[in-house]
């Protein structure tokens, strides 16, 4: 026991892999969603070759976000209810099979514009399940001493595909076409797939709900959270950062291809630069986690990446975007891995799937807003004019929104301390 201990407290942030069950899993997810970037990065550019409309784009990715703003509530009772391995190892069937049919479209030649908004729809309504189920699956793969390294860890996977996925999908592309990188993602399912098979959750006792009645539940989670000042202004910093900031999917695209200039190659790799930035981020917060989480990482840093993000609008040179793309990442990357850490320590047993359905709401039912927002002021304005207007819409928000929570911290601890002067 006082091994393991040792192990968790270790400023290493790949300790946490001692735990075969997560190992197993962060394997899997390393190669899946690797594939994934892969379709990421290949299908906002077949859709604006098809369309040539920055607004059409951004519609793909709205509704693939949208299913996750209208059921992951709903979603959040249900992974409470039911065994989350379960409940992942069905996602990501749904999830191949959906890949595997837009491959097949593609390579017949027989794909429109329509199969784009048929496939994205049906991802969206499996991340609506798949990604409370995800969020709230790791501890139990590592339990609560190494949440916060496991979290970050997670992070790092996901953001070390995001370099390799489009730097590959930009070799790929310019090889064998758009369509080969749909086929490599749904073959990337199976590595997923089969580490879930192998993974051995721990037994976390499940708290019976009082109801069945799925939206007296909702409504207990959601009061779990807006009576608790620690977990409802941290979600509230990043509702707002990540509808407005969380838009490069839809605006580097265009922005490489109308400012830059690029051709896939130079695409894949400004794509990938992102990724380096939250790789680092994450590596580094998995470093610092025994420390605790910072306030400076909730509340400073998401106002940083915004006025990054307007210096990314004004940019017209390959390597200085890149290089911003990747110092926004980094700090955003942080945020939100404090974020994360902070919801679910804060979450009981009972309540964190859906506290994490939530957190889901918030950061990926927001996407459908933001990318609908940018890709308009980018049909309209271009995509620069678009980064530039999203960082100073965070910036008008959280500023005032920061200096309030300051004046209401210091009114918290006036009151503490009269009333521990009353008290002696």
Known sequence: MSNEKGAGATGNPFSVLRHPGFRYYWLGMVISTTGTWMQNTAQPLLALKMTGSPFLLSLISALQFTPV????????????????????????????????????LYATGNIQYWHLI??????????AFDMPARQSFVIELVGPSDLSKGIALNSAQFNLARIVGPALAGLVMAQWGIGACFFINAISFGAVIAGLIFVKPRL???????TKNVFINIGAGMRFIFTRYTLFMPLLFITVAATFAMNTNVLVPVFAEKVLKLDELGYGLLMASGGVGA???????????????????????????AVIIVFIGISGVFALTAILLAVSSFFFMIFMAS????????????????????????????????NLFAGAIADRYGAGMSFVVCGLVIIGLLVPMYFLRLRFEKKLSESAQSSAQAGD
């Open 69 to 104: 703003l209208l059921f992951s509530l709903f979603a959040g009772v249900i992974v409470d209810r039911l065994k989350k391995k379960n409940i992942l190892i069905a996602t990501q069937i749904v999830m191949m099979l959906t890949t595997f049919a837009l491959a097949i």
């Open 118 to 127: 048929v496939s994205a729809t049906m991802l969206g309504f499996a991340n």
């Open 204 to 210: 976390i006792e499940k708290i019976p709900m009082p």
């Open 279 to 305: 790789l680092i981020g994450a590596l580094a917060m998995a470093m610092v986690s025994k420390k605790g989480i910072r306030k400076a990482f909730i509340y400073q840093f998401p106002i940083l990446v």
């Open 339 to 370: 974020v994360n850490t902070t919801m679910q320590l804060g979450a009981t047993d009972e309540f964190r799937g859906r506290v994490m359905s939530v957190y889901t709401l918030v950061v990926a039912g927001s996407t459908p807003l933001g």
